[in-house]
């Protein structure tokens, strides 16, 4: 399977500021998705990075929030923007070859807000 | 939308025991439903998953059942070993359609394997 690579692994970040996340992919793929993960719970996706257009967000997750790009299809990032405590959480990219594949993960970004 | 409840929550067996955790769904689209093993520190493994197509896959001392009747799956672990010890999730998503690849995942079971 591909490997997946998530930068930073973790971060502590002030009120109000942002972080960008990043995820790298050593094979071309079609799909790439964003998952959060708060802590000690399951995960809820929050949107779908589309290579070339906007990205598809879940309900409750805005872009003005959490802007992605999608350049090529190897990368995407993830930026949470106005960072508040509730954002603490890890963020974690995965990719699949196409809808009807397996999806495999990265190994996330945990992120806490002081 | 797509509602996957799983239980139990929490798992503790005795090295060499089985352990079986069970996932229901409720959208009759979804039809593709993996398990995931979390380590602490890490990303979900894929350890496997199962089609609406089949009833049953194996994978060494891991198997996932499914009954598309009643909208639930199983995870049957073997022989369990201390490193089997982890959080696991079941999730499901249609395969096809705007839904496609989309995974709902369920609550997550922390599974303990005493030596």
């Known amino acids: 399977s591909a490997v997946i690579s998530q930068k930073p692994s973790r971060d502590i970040c002030q009120r109000g500021t942002s972080l960008t996340i990043q995820c790298q992919v050593d094979s071309q793929v079609t799909m790439m998705f964003w998952y959060r993960q708060q802590p000690g719970q399951s995960l809820t996706l929050i949107a779908t990075?589309?290579?070339?257009?906007?990205?598809?967000?879940e309900s409750g997750f805005v872009i003005d929030k959490f802007p992605i790009s999608r350049p090529n299809l190897t990368f995407s990032t993830l930026t949470v923007s106005n960072l508040s405590p509730e954002d603490s959480s890890i963020y974690l990219c995965?990719?699949?070859?196409?809808?009807?594949?397996?999806?495999?993960f990265g190994d996330g970004t945990r992120l806490s807000i002081l | 939308g797509e509602n996957v409840e799983q239980h139990p929550s929490t798992l503790s067996v005795q090295e060499g025991d089985s352990a079986v955790i069970k996932c229901t769904y409720s959208d009759s689209a979804s039809n593709y439903f993996p398990w995931y093993k979390q380590e602490l520190g890490k990303g979900p493994q894929l350890i496997i998953d199962i089609r609406s197509n089949v009833g049953e896959k194996k994978d060494q001392r891991i198997a996932v059942t499914l009954n598309k009747t009643a909208k639930h799956f199983s995870l049957h672990i073997t022989e369990t070993q201390p490193e089997d010890s982890a959080v696991y999730f079941c999730?499901?998503?249609?395969?096809?359609?705007?839904?496609?690849?989309?995974?709902?995942f369920g609550q997550g079971t922390e599974l303990s394997v005493k030596p």
């Open positions: 995965s990719v699949a070859g196409a809808s009807n594949q397996p999806q495999h």
């Open positions: 999730a499901a998503s249609p395969l096809a359609g705007n839904q496609g690849g989309k995974l709902i």
């Open positions: 990075a589309n290579q070339g257009s906007e990205a598809t967000y």
